[in-house]
């Protein structure tokens, strides 16, 4: 006998994978030069040369012991100090090393920061649409449940008076993303300040405070003079999961942080919680060697001219064809309107095609579509009439 959930989960593959699977085989049939493949966040632009060089410089200068042993199971102290250095210098934010816990990637710290606030079966949690579908096995897996707030799909910002009305006296935690995959939108000040204002009020009325779970993969990838703020600075109960997977273009590396603010309430329950629920995980310690990396290159910022260029050049002839989408600020992702109404539809028609973008609806997000934009701009340019052709069928 095996775990139904497990057994479903392993089975039924996610509709991305799925997509890109299907655009591997097409690509046999039809050449890849004529699949247009924008299902999968892989970044598209190298890790930066200093991350090259820090691993040479590593294999020179540090033992080898140390290079591959295990590290402190919360992460070395150098890592820690580099990334609060880090922190410190952009936002005065008052990081201590002992306030982050290295895992492997945000996915990983997200799931032990769910079971660390799954206090008991009640547990909730709350997403806004559109959001990351693993947030749905992550919570599971947690023993919480998930509760939605639907997308305010004018601006794809929240829709406060949604929100307010799925907190209850069992809320642990309101899940946020900006820059959000899939919308590429990225939360104002405003944005934040009034969900601070609503949580602060309802954590008082509660008798508990209700976290901000801040999932913040993207925080580096955004555009023109949009700066997004350190939410904890914002709200101070605010737990901050950050990984390198997008900002360094290491998503197979699996090297990122859990950041629990000294002002969060709670805090000397919630930072062990957090590192226990890890180790009931399975996790031991973050990579050592790309520990090491990140001691000398959390300083790092990603050279975005790449994306910059596909995101303009993609959501302009878009536009121009007559497509709708929310304001693509961050991310990698520009999230259209499907004409016709039906995302399924349309991604089907598109799949025909060869064009692979991916429904809105896996994103609690149904009649619309995301194109990830981390490809190159020649399979840009020659999808565009695919593109127009879609539109005006
Ligand atoms: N959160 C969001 C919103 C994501 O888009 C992703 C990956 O695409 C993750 C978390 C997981 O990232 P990681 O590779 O760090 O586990």
Known sequence: MVSKEMWALGANRSVIRD???YGLQQAKIVGPENVFDYSLGNPSIPAPDAVEEAIRNILTDTDSIKIHGYTPAIGDFATRKAIADD????????????????????????????????????????AIAPFFPEYRPFTA??????????????GFQIN????????????????????????????????????????????????HPIYIIADEPYRELVYGDVCPSFIPNIYPNTIVCYSYSKSLSLPGERIGYVYVPQQAEGRDELYPAVAGAARAG????????????????????????????NRRLLAESLKEMGYRMASPDGAFYLFIQAPGGDDLAFCQRAKEKNLLVVPGTGFDCPGWFRVCYCVSPEMIRKSLPVFKALIEE
């Open 87 to 126: 922190l410190n210098n952009r936002y005065s934010a008052g990081v201590r090393p002992e306030d982050l816990f290295i895992c492997c990637g945000a996915a990983p710290g997200l799931i032990a920061i769910f079971r660390a606030l799954a206090a008991s079966a009640d547990a909730e949690f709350v």
């Open 19 to 21: 997509l890109f699977e």
């Open 282 to 309: 399975g996790h031991v310690c973050a990579p050592s060697m790309w520990q090491k990396v990140i001691a000398r290159c959390a300083h790092l910022r990603p050279d975005l001219a790449a994306y910059d260029a």
């Open 141 to 154: 897996c947690a023993g919480g449940k998930l509760t939605v707030v639907p997308a305010d799909t004018e």
């Open 160 to 207: 406060m008076t949604a929100l307010e009305e799925k907190l209850n006296a069992n809320t642990q935690a309101v899940i946020i993303n900006t820059p959000n995959n899939p919308s590429g939108t990225v939360y104002t000040d405003e944005t934040l300040k009034a969900l601070g204002e609503i949580l602060t009020r309802k954590s008082r009325e509660y008798g």
